[in-house]
């Protein structure tokens, strides 16, 4: 029988394009909205990064968009009321705008370093860091320092673009990929994809994780690692390469560092820096001449392995004759190193077996024309197919770093890096390495009062003068980024700001803004106490950190210990930039930007945060945003982002440039830009043509078009790959006492130096856990959120919720036999900081040696719109707090040092250990606790307890 | 005509996309929404979802396998639900469409009983029992382009572990796929010839391991002496 | 199967009212005077007091009772849909039967309404049993001993109410007392029978498996190997649906037992003994009947608790 089926009425829809802002994938969306609200929320299927597809946090924006949890009005601590609970009192925008702008002229009149602003999850650090830039305070970053800059630094010292942001796997022709420490949060999308791909042709699927859940699900071979050990598996399986002599030699020679002289004096100043000559051309020996030559001539035959005598006498061995010692060693052997990363020896000389047979043996060959920087044609790309991508496995170690680089390493001896099937750049990358952009360290100019800063806040430090600190040595930045703790500390360390602001060290700030970043709960280590110190109070009762403003679209745990709440929209209400010059949605093929424009009017009194950028940076006269009368440049964001030029023809957006929008890339500003974006479905691709696609380090056309579009510096030269790294041999040198230039003064910073920042990668031993007993805490206690949530923005999103409502700690199941502990079983987990008290629940897809849960799940009684009684907050937990931001003191340190990476700064998250240990009967419940939010201003606290939702009208 | 769902085991990474897509199509659909939500922001949230993923592991630590597990119903070719049915809500169309009136359901939960797959689920607002339409708004619609009349988590599906056609004509995709890749049926031992088709995990494919070695060392000593490397 | 209230008391009131029904009437039909007239034209409204009390219960338990009046649309397939028309069918007919017991119309036609009320009452009986044997997901319900069941134990519920009618209004008790002791004999033994049939460590060949119900000997377990065992990682949420509440509902083992052995002293146990001694105080009799039907109470929750639809096996189980 057929039964009338009602359809959509298509005649009371609108159709919108723009991009989803649930994760850092920026995925095309195409929106249905009908009587006002939003109908339905579906991939573009013309858009690059997705191609039409859409994950569960996308699919779940409309629950998104009517969240509760929505921010209203500008909200002030109210006089009187503590820091912290949460006690507001809303205020008009024009109020909130006055009070911080005051503040604010105060500071930047004064001593700008007093501002700290930063900014957590967003997609917009181009506008944010030019605005910290203007106002004249170092004291910016993102969220880098505890989320990925291990990824980013490594990469862009080693080959010019990284894993994670800067690249991605050629999903189209790699027949074997390794996927390292990737969760199920990352890159969503496009590894979605491009994993099914891989699968319909049939190549093969490694995953190096400690749990199976996710991509590793799916994996063809599952290797359980030991957390923090990747290194030990990625030296290891360049052992055998070495051994086996599967190495792509041209490539090394023609593309990499490793056959560049490098000084062996050792004990003396310049050893470990490449010989150069009079030019400053890096030198090698030309075994067929004979004779000592400029290593980026044509036609040279450089060794690879070679030991010279220098014309001073001095000796110098090669970059390959280095690495071949180092890794040929017993010590990187399989055998050595199986028990120590939990993969059995056999199993990883399989694995570089099978990675050299493809690399090698089943080699790509694309009939594509190209031209190198030596301006000699080849007719054919020759793709090395092994594709690789890593992410917070790797990044979250204080190993992180140097793991990454073996990483590297790893690809550039199978010569597997921008070739078909390997992982390859993406647009505005590859840089030359390492990047030109140097961090502010001028003090004149720091503490200048009223007076941009010169150079931009972030940058890529190649030497010890590079160093953000003062005469003496003292960090000048509040996290402390950028000194001799954490000298490569490219991302900033948002980690320590509180810390450190709290404790006055190295000084004192005035104000704190932060943005959509919930740094009062999962996005901290040590959770606890970083609350305690938000509302610290210092000698005369004043609060230790004077002022904080928060700005969110959503209500968090942070935004209770705001003294002012800027409300911000929701990404169906804005313009949003999505830039070349931030993290672009460029493709290996294609360049690509995109915006996000308004689609639904806010329903609430809220602004977005870009336009009161823009709006505090007129009111500040900041010189970018200020004409020559005094009278401001730009109107709103809109205005700023068409208008704008970094350079001449360069700003924001690459698309439809020029008065007549027929210019790509580079271009006049287009006042109808913005028009045209969203005529064009709300994004820009920029195909590369063949010829530029492949090998862009050594590729003459692509270089020289990329120097004219400002995508590479002045001149363009080919970039060679970094085997050796000698930016870090310099800060090694200043450790050793041996460098012509600052050195630290402190012990524990010299030792540090001259340990970590080994020009080669190598690995060690996680600091949490060096010279610590590891029986105490036996097992290693890591995080991941699932697939469809990100960051702690999803307990809000009513559909999403009834998926993952409370966490439980995993443990492989036979570990949880011997410890006696069964499902549900309720345990205490205790680290060497603090202790927790949470459910088990057993599994079989976890490595013996770990345990892990889902992050951010756990949330304070109150907060994202929820009721108090709701399970994340009466169940869910956070492994946070057992996580301290600062390492155990040892004898020899003066002070306690940054729980990160040595080099870069990066928070060690997933160097956790922790013991685990069944309650007794009766103890149950979780703990710590956390005291119920107060409910904001405006909200009755009343919800429905059913939600029936729908756009069609009754 | 036998339309269906073939769904891949081999490729879903238990991402919930098509749970989620499923929930917000049909919750504002006018064929079975809008889909309740109880206690939405409270201690026990729950909700009436027509499809859903579940996480099972197979084998033992550590070669065991992590499977994602997306169920929605499999519109049975012999579909017990229909006939347990006493008010005739429940129904099978000539498409091969499973749907329940929403008209005309008395909410007994006997076609629940029947389903061996819990692909339906009673919505307490509305009294009735509600499950996937196969999106039968969204491809019969001849107002959506063609690419877009497919059911919403096919469209969603990420890795496109999700393929919608008619199993009836052997030349269709969902047919062609199903046959080269052993789909099977869920519980075919029930009876119930289930439509939708799931597709075990591929066998990797072994690559030449340990034993290529002398290849791959003759090869790098041949190299090493072989003509001059220039760059 | 989460037990629902209603539905419980639904199929054991009108179980024991269909039950009584059909003994009356075929005691009606019995030469011997099983029954004085006064005890008939009692036992009857009675009898349809206890069906129509729990038809009423059954449509409580419908989530849109608007429209139950649909209920009897689908005769050809439904079992639900037979039990409705055949019920509706009952009452016109039973009430007739009563106009002729009252009337003390004697012959052919009130012969004749005994017999369809009886033929009616155990169709009715059957309809309602089979609802659940015919359904293929719930193996312990997937039982010739399931109708077996529902017939004897409505006949020994029944039969027990009929003892007190006898006692209280005149007929032949010892009788009574015989034949409610033989079926109740009958549907203790058939009761352990598909206890046994259904139980948890059983099933063989019949019950089926977590590994089944995913596909593991289709090929869904890792590579290279022909067996594994499957666990469930995570059921898609971490509250409840309507699914773990209507399906995966759990007893503990402890009160399971409790309630089975209530289920065995009271249904069956205490009345068989009090049968054996005889039946002779109306209050005793009574009194034994509501006993019994307590204690079948509890063993319909059982049937219900007891069941393990093959959705639980996506939910965790490994075996149905």
């Not at chain 1, 922790?914 to 956390?930: H, N």
């Not at chain 3, 005077?33 to 449509?59: E, Q, T």
Request: proline share 7%; charged share 20%; with cysteine.
């Amino acid at each position: 029988m057929t039964r009338q089926i009602a359809f959509d009425d298509r005649s009371r829809q609108q159709t919108h394009f723009s991009t989803c802002y649930m994760c850092a994938c920026r995925c095309g969306i195409k929106v249905t909205v009908e009587n006002d609200r939003v109908r339905f929320i579906q991939g573009n299927p013309n858009h690059p990064v997705n191609k039409g597809v859409l994950c569960a946090k996308g699919s779940a924006g409309i629950m998104k968009q009517y969240s509760a949890a929505k921010l209203t009005k500008p909200l002030m601590r109210r006089p009187g009321a503590r820091r912290g609970a949460g006690d507001f009192v809303e205020i008009e925008w024009d109020e909130a705008l006055d009070i911080l702008t005051a503040r604010l002229r105060d500071i930047r009149a004064s001593d700008p370093t007093k501002l700290a602003f930063f900014t957590g999850r967003d997609q917009m650090q181009a506008l944010s860091g030019m605005w910290a830039q203007q106002f004249g305070t170092p004291n910016w970053a993102a969220h880098g320092g505890f989320c990925s800059v291990n990824m980013a630094v490594a990469g862009l010292y080693t080959i010019g673009y990284s894993f994670w942001e800067f690249g991605a796997p050629d999903w189209d022709h790699a027949k074997y990929f390794l996927l390292w420490g990737v969760a199920e949060d990352h890159s969503s999308n496009p590894l979605k994809i491009g994993l099914d791909k891989l699968k319909k042709r049939g190549a093969k699927f490694v995953s190096i994780n400690p749990v199976r859940t996710g991509y590793s699900a799916i994996a063809d071979e599952w290797l359980p690692i030991r957390p923090g050990t990747d290194g030990l598996l990625a030296l290891a399986l360049i052992h055998v390469l070495l051994k086996r002599g599967a190495i792509d030699w041209e490539f090394l020679i023609r593309y990499t560092n490793a056959p560049w002289l490098v000084v062996q004096t050792p004990g003396m100043p310049g050893d470990g820096l490449f010989a150069r000559d009079e030019k400053d051309n890096p030198l090698v020996w030309d075994h067929v001449a004979q004779v000592l030559s400029n290593g980026h001539l044509p036609d040279i035959a450089p060794a690879l392995l070679a030991s010279v005598e220098l014309p001073d006498g001095r000796r110098a061995k090669t970059v390959f004759s280095l690495i071949s010692e180092r890794y040929l060693d017993e010590r990187y052997a399989p055998e050595s190193v199986a028990a120590e990363c939990g993969v059995a020896a056999a199993t990883i000389t399989r694995i570089a077996h099978e990675i050299a047979h493809v690399a090698f043996n089943e080699a790509v060959e694309l009939p594509i024309r190209w031209t190198d920087m030596h301006g000699r044609t080849h007719d054919k790309v020759i793709g090395r197919p092994v594709a690789m991508h890593a992410m917070r496995g790797i990044s979250a170690h204080s190993n992180g770093f140097q793991t990454c680089r073996a990483l590297h390493l790893l690809q550039m001896l199978l010569g597997a890096l921008e070739g078909p099937g390997n992982f390859r750049a993406r647009a505005p990358y590859p840089r030359r390495i390492p990047m030109r952009t140097l961090p502010e360290n001028d003090p004149t100019v720091i503490f200048a009062p009223d007076t941009p800063l010169k150079r931009m806040p972030n940058g890529n430090p190649t030497r010890p003068e590079d160093l953000v600190i003062d005469k003496d040595g003292k960090p000048l930045r509040i996290d402390r980024a950028y000194s001799w703790e954490s000298p490569l500390a490219a991302h900033g360390m948002m980690h320590m700001v509180i810390t450190n602001a709290a404790n006055h060290d190295p000084y004192p700030i005035d104000t704190l803004l932060l943005f959509m970043a919930n740094m009062a709960w999962n996005s901290s280590m040590n959770t606890g106490d970083v609350r305690e110190m938000l509302a610290r109070t210092a000698a005369h009762g004043e609060y230790a950190i004077p002022f904080i403003v928060v700005v969110d679209a959503f209500q968090s745990e942070t935004v209770n210990f705001a003294d002012l709440v800027l409300p911000d929209t929701t990404y169906l209400e804005r313009y949003d930039a999505i830039s070349l010059l931030d993290r672009p949605i460029s493709e290996p093929d294609a360049a690509g930007d995109s915006i996000r424009h308004p689609i639904l009017k806010p329903d609430r009194d809220v602004r977005p945060w870009q336009d009161v950028l823009v709006e505090l940076a007129s009111r500040l006269k900041f010189p970018a945003f200020t004409r020559e009368d005094g009278s401001r440049k730009f109107a709103d964001y809109r205005d700023f982002i068409v208008n704008y030029e970094k350079l001449p023809g360069i700003g924001f957006l690459a698309g439809w440039r020029g008065k007549d929008g027929e210019s790509h890339l580079r271009g006049a500003p287009n006042p109808k830009q913005w028009e045209k974006y969203i005529e064009h479905q709300s994004f820009f691709t920029y195909p590369w043509p063949e010829n530029m696609r492949y090998y862009r380090f050594a590729n003459k056309d692509y270089l020289e078009f990329a120097e004219k579009h400002a995508l590479f510096g002045t001149p363009p030269v080919q970039v060679i790959l970094q085997m050796y790294s000698e930016p870090l041999q310099k800060f090694r040198l200043a450790g050793q006492g041996l460098y012509d230039g600052p050195q630290p003064s402190s012990p524990t910073d010299r030792e540090r130096l001259a340990t970590y920042f080994d020009p080669l990668p190598f690995w060690y031993e996680p600091l949490e856990t060096q010279g610590k007993a590891r029986e105490a805490y036996p097992f290693h206690a890591i995080t991941q959120r699932p697939m469809m949530m990100y960051h702690s923005w999803d307990s809000q999103n009513v559909w999403l919720r009834q998926i993952v409502a409370q966490n439980y700690l995993y443990m492989n199941r036979g570990s949880a036999r011997k410890l006696g502990l069964a499902d549900y079983d309720w345990v205490w987990v205790a680290s060497r900081h603090a202790r927790i008290r949470c459910q088990l629940k057993t599994m079989e897809g976890v490595e013996a040696n770990t345990v892990w849960t889902w992050n951010a799940i756990g949330r304070q009684p109150g907060v994202a719109g929820l009721e108090p009684g709701a399970p994340e907050a009466t169940a869910g937990f956070l492994l946070n707090h057992l996580i301290s931001e600062l390492l155990p003191k040892h004898a020899s340190d003066e002070r306690r040092l940054t729980n990160s990476d040595p080099v870069t700064g990066q928070a060690a998250w997933f160097d956790l250990r922790v013991s685990v240990r069944k309650c007794a009967p009766g103890e149950t419940g979780l703990w710590p606790t956390v005291a119920p939010a107060k409910r904001l201003p405006g909200d009755d606290g009343v919800r429905p307890t059913i939600l029936r939702w729908t756009t069609k009208r009754s | 005509m036998k339309l269906g769902l073939l769904i891949d085991l081999d490729t879903c990474v238990g991402c919930h996309a098509c749970a989620t897509a499923c929930k917000e199509w049909n919750g504002s659909s006018s064929v079975s929404g809008p889909l309740s939500d109880y206690e939405p922001f409270g201690a026990d949230p729950s909700g009436v979802w027509l499809n859903r993923v579940r996480h099972y592991e197979v084998g033992d630590y550590p070669a065991s396998k992590t499977i994602n597990f997306p169920m929605s119903c499999l519109h049975c070719e012999d579909a017990d639900c229909v006939s347990v049915c006493p008010t005739g809500a429940s129904y099978k169309r000539a498409d091969g469409i499973v749907l329940v009136d929403q008209e005309k359901c008395m909410g007994c939960n006997l076609c629940a009983w029947a389903c061996p797959y819990g692909a339906r689920e009673l919505d307490q607002a509305t009294g009735t029992m509600k499950k996937c339409t196969l999106c039968v708004d969204r491809i019969y619609d001849v107002l959506l382009p063609p690419e877009d009349r497919q059911p919403a988590c096919v469209l969603a599906c990420p890795t496109h572990a999700r393929m919608f056609g008619d199993f009836d004509d052997p030349h269709s995709e969902v047919s062609r796929v199903s046959a080269d890749r052993g789909g099977f049926g869920l519980l075919p031992e029930l009876g119930y010839a289930p439509v939708n088709r799931y597709l075990p995990p591929r066998e990797p494919k072994p690559l030449p391991g340990v034993d290529d070695a002398r290849a791959l060392l003759e090869r790098g000593l041949a190299s090493l002496a072989s003509p001059v490397i220039r760059r | 199967m989460k037990p629902a209230l209603s539905i419980v008391f639904f199929t054991v009131a009108s179980g024991a009212g269909l039950g009584l029904l059909a003994l009356l009437a075929l005691a009606d039909l019995c030469p011997v005077p099983l029954l004085s007239p006064a005890a008939l034209i009692r036992g009857l409204p009675l009898a349809l007091l206890l069906i129509a009390a729990g038809l009423a219960s059954s449509v409580l338990h419908l989530a849109k009772p608007s429209n139950a009046w649909r209920a009897f649309a689908r005769f050809r397939t439904s079992w639900l849909s037979r039990e409705a028309v055949l019920a509706a069918l009952l009452f016109p007919l039973t009430f007739a039967y009563l106009a002729a017991v009252a009337l003390d119309t004697a012959g052919m036609a009130r012969a004749l309404l005994s017999i369809v009320v009886c033929l009616l009452s155990w169709s009715v009986l059957f309809c309602t049993a089979m609802i659940y044997a015919s359904l293929k997901p719930i193996r312990q319900w997937r039982t010739g001993w399931t109708p077996a069941a529902y017939l004897l134990l409505g006949h020994w519920s029944g039969a027990l109410i009929a003892i007190a009618v006898a006692v209280g209004y005149g007929g032949e008790p010892v009788s009574w007392a015989w034949l409610a002791a033989g079926l109740g004999v009958a549907a203790l033994l058939v009761k352990l029978g598909y206890w046994h049939h259904g139980a948890a460590d059983r099933g063989g060949k019949s019950a089926l498996t977590l590994e089944q119900a995913i596909g593991v000997p289709q090929g869904v377990r890792p590579p290279g190997v022909s067996v594994a065992q499957a666990r469930l990682f995570d059921a898609g949420h971490t509250q409840r649906t309507f699914l773990t509440d209507e399906f995966v509902f759990r007893i503990a083992r402890q009160h399971a037992q409790a309630l089975r052995g209530a289920a065995l002293a009271l249904g069956f146990g205490i009345p068989l003994i009090w049968l054996a001694t005889g039946p002779r105080h109306w209050a005793a009799a009574a009194s034994v009947a509501v006993l019994a039907i307590v204690g079948l109470l509890a063993e319909r929750w059982l049937f219900f608790s007891d069941a393990r639809h093959t959705v639980r096996l996506y939910h965790g189980d490994a075996r149905t």
